[in-house]
Each structure stands twice: as structure tokens, then as C-alpha cells.
Nanobody, 118 residues
Framework: QVQLVESGGGLVQPGGSLRLSCAAS????????MGWYRQPPGKQRELVAD?????STNYADSVKGRFTISRDKNSVYLQMESLNTEDTAVYYC??????????????WGQGTQVTVSS
């Protein structure tokens, strides 16, 4: 069982920045693909970005050039720049335990609210 603790959400004005952090428990972090999803009001949850244990990254088109995902062992970060109102959502940390390209298990954080508003 992997537990995830998120922090860093809040209220920010359009054009502003925020940094989300997520710390994962467990020692098998070399097998973790870590990422961030978000769920805007009234919409489905969607992938924002993820990063493999080898450092390969993947971004949603809507955040490319504005958001940067990074990790340090069992922690993952999302630096968000040039935020706009469409980025308003609950952001969830996600960890997948991946072995031989198979997802063995998946875990979610409790979610942190990001609100972009003037």
C-alpha cells in the first residue's frame, strides 16, 4: 500500500504560479510512475503530466510549455506557470507501480484544490 500526501494548492490570480508537491510512502519508488491528474468542475478527471522512474515525461497539450513535472525519489512536483481560469480544478497525485510495462497497482492522493480567479 502506497500513501500519498499532497500540498501546495490554493487561490491564485490569472497569470500567477503555484507549485504542487506529493510525497509517496514505500521503498519501491524505482518502480513508480508518478503523475498529476485534475478534475475541473463538472468534468472528468484528466491527465496533466506524468514522469517515469527513468525521468521520461508526458504532458497534456493544454499545459505544455506552462507546467513542469519533476521528481526526487519518492516525491513528485508540479510547477505551474501562467495559470488561467481553465486550470481551476482539484489536482490529484497519482502513483502507478510499473514492472515490465505492466501496471501492477495504482494509488491516488486525496486531492488539492487549485483555483485561478481574479
Amino acid at each position: 500500500q502506497v500513501q500519498l500526501v499532497e500540498s501546495g494548492g490554493g487561490l491564485v490570480q490569472p497569470g500567477g504560479s503555484l507549485r504542487l508537491s506529493c510525497a509517496a510512502s514505500g521503498s519501491a519508488y524505482s518502480l513508480y510512475t508518478m503523475g498529476w491528474y485534475r478534475q475541473p468542475p463538472g468534468k472528468q478527471r484528466e491527465l496533466v503530466a506524468d514522469i517515469t522512474s527513468g525521468g521520461s515525461t508526458n504532458y497534456a497539450d493544454s499545459v505544455k510549455g506552462r507546467f513542469t513535472i519533476s521528481r526526487d525519489k519518492n516525491s513528485v512536483y508540479l510547477q505551474m506557470e501562467s495559470l488561467n481560469t481553465e486550470d481551476t480544478a482539484v489536482y490529484y497525485c497519482n502513483v502507478k507501480i510499473v514492472l515490465n510495462n505492466r501496471i501492477l497497482s495504482e494509488y491516488w492522493g486525496q486531492g488539492t484544490q487549485v483555483t485561478v480567479s481574479s
